[in-house]
């Protein structure tokens, strides 16, 4: 079945870096766009990043855009977020999602299977 585990989340400073692993199974991992989204204490579910099948687009929220970096290694069956200038309101839990196509989307309907998260805390 499929199986998503997140790892990599941990405490970081303001203006630190963290980045989280995601490692697959299950599927054919080189056929899907993956995602990461993340929830906040208190808030809902947000989307984040997303990177489709082959690697070759990515496409992220306003919010982390120059600071977070979407990526994958499908011999590895892995996809990475690298999580640069972190800022206390970007604590949260952060999940990786599988896509139900090649294609990376930027709504969170378009992923049908979710990890158990990882928890990402910045504070100094």
């Known amino acids: 079945q499929v199986q998503l585990v997140e790892s990599g989340g941990g405490l970081a400073q303001p203006g630190g870096s963290l980045r989280l692993s995601c490692a697959a199974s299950g599927f054919t991992f080189s056929s899907y766009a993956m995602s990461w989204a993340r929830q906040a204490p208190g808030k809902g579910l947000e989307w984040v990043s997303g990177?489709?099948?082959?690697?070759?687009?990515?496409y992220y929220v306003d919010s982390v855009k120059g600071r977070f970096t979407i990526s994958r290694d499908n011999a590895k069956n892995t996809v990475y977020l690298q999580m640069n200038s972190l800022k206390p309101e970007e604590t949260a839990l952060y999940y990786c999602?599988?896509?139900?196509?090649?294609?990376?989307?930027?709504?969170?309907?378009?992923?049908?299977?979710w990890g158990q998260g990882t928890q990402v805390t910045v504070s100094s």
């Open positions: 990177i489709y099948s082959d690697g070759s687009d990515t």
């Open positions: 999602a599988k896509g139900t196509g090649a294609i990376a989307r930027m709504y969170l309907s378009a992923y049908d299977y």
